[in-house]
């Protein structure tokens, strides 16, 4: 049974795709519940994921409790390439559903067209939760635990503070330490980079000392070996990382607010650094594969998402979203 697996190749994809087409579903029933077998089917092959690492958490946390508690002969394969790179896969037909942390943009829609798959008819976008972009600190900062929206931008932007981009915390308060910041984030196949660049920083260009790197792990090795470090990426992995980075609370405007789960939503007090998060369903490979149709239902189910969400640092949809997917997928045949 594989969990999760990162990067899968085409040839790789492409037989586990042929592979699980073929299945047979059968009318066999689970043995593991006497009470829910005479209506649960027993079915079997792969569903491929790519996409975002930042849902990846989440993804891969919903795909092992469907293993595990639902259909043990089926194989969920989740992977963390990032968002534009889980649409590369997603758009020629490589992956059954596509993970991201921005929604998919017009040129990938006309790319699936492109592909003969129509937007809405073929693919679907589901919301899964949401997220709230979070800004990490060395634990041993404790100078800029709290920082306003303005500040926290404005000393990302190219030539702000300085024309060489070599900026010290003091260029941001004073009393702050005279030491050069050093800038990390996600690179360009990253969702929250997308977010982070077009969306607050309105496509102003990063300063040239940002360290983008492909890699979570990565960002919470180098903070958390630099005081002078600052980095940007979803609320789940900081909360998977508490021991090792400290999350600077934003001002929006009515004082600090501090990330969490009863936070992070488009109606609350961390609303200014929120987004929602997707995965995009191939309809035509739910239709083909029914362990794809059938992970679909669980992910939006109350046992998916909006069960998992909390555990992995993301705030469910409300329940009339996901009972509109559910819905959505009924109407599949």
Known sequence: MMIAVAGCGQDEQQKTNDEASTQDSGGATSDKDDSTTAQTQALEGAVIVD?????YPLMAHIAEEYMINEQEDVSVQVGRAGSSA?????????TDFSDASRKIKDTEVEELEANGLTFGDDVYEFK?????????????????????KDEVLNMYIS????????????DIRGEWPAQEIKFYGPNENHGTYEFFYENLLDEQDMVATANLQQEYSTLVDLVSNDVNAIAFFGYGYYVSNTDKLSAVN???GNGPVEPAVDTIGEDLAYAGFTRP???????QYAKEKPQVLDFAKYV???EGAKRLAGENGFAPMPDSVYEQYQAQ????K
């Not at 996409?51 to 849902?55: D, K, L, N, R």
């Not at 899964?128 to 306003?148: C, F, R, S």
């Not at 030539?159 to 003091?170: I, N, P, Q, R, T």
């Not at 997928?329 to 599949?332: A, E, F, T």
């Open 159 to 170: 030539g702000h503070y300085a024309e060489d981009d070599v900026v010290l915390w003091s």
């Open 300 to 302: 939006v189910s109350p």
């Open 86 to 94: 889980g649409f590369k896969k997603f758009i020629p037909g490589e």
């Open 51 to 55: 996409g975002s690492g930042t849902v």
């Open 128 to 148: 899964l939760a949401y997220d709230g972009l979070t800004m990490v600190i060395n634990k041993d900062n404790d100078w800029a635990t709290e920082m306003t």
């Open 329 to 332: 997928l009924d109407g599949i």
């Open 250 to 252: 934003i001002d929006f």
């Open 277 to 283: 998060v997707f995965t995009y369903l191939n309809v």
